[in-house]
C-alpha cells in the first residue's frame, strides 16, 4: 500500500493487516501519538492471538503527556 501517493510524505507500507497498520501509525504523516499506537496494537495482539501483553519500554514514553 502507498500512503499519500504522490505527496512529500509519500510512504510505502509494505503488508497491510491490522496491526501492522496499527503500528504504521507511529509514523509522523499518520499523526497519532504513540501512546494510542500502542494501546491499539496491544487490544489486536489480545484479540488475534490471545496474547496479553503490554511494553514496559515505549520509545519516548518521557514524550507522552
Do not use: C, H
Request: net charge positive.
Amino acid at each position: 500500500m502507498i500512503w499519500g501517493k504522490g505527496y512529500d510524505w509519500e510512504t510505502y507500507i509494505p503488508s497491510v493487516n491490522p496491526i501492522s497498520y496499527a503500528m504504521m501509525g507511529l509514523l509522523r504523516q499518520f499523526q497519532r501519538t504513540e501512546k494510542d499506537i500502542y494501546e491499539i496494537v496491544q487490544l489486536l495482539m489480545k484479540a488475534q492471538y490471545g496474547i496479553d501483553y503490554s511494553p514496559r519500554n515505549i520509545p519516548n514514553k518521557y514524550l507522552i503527556g
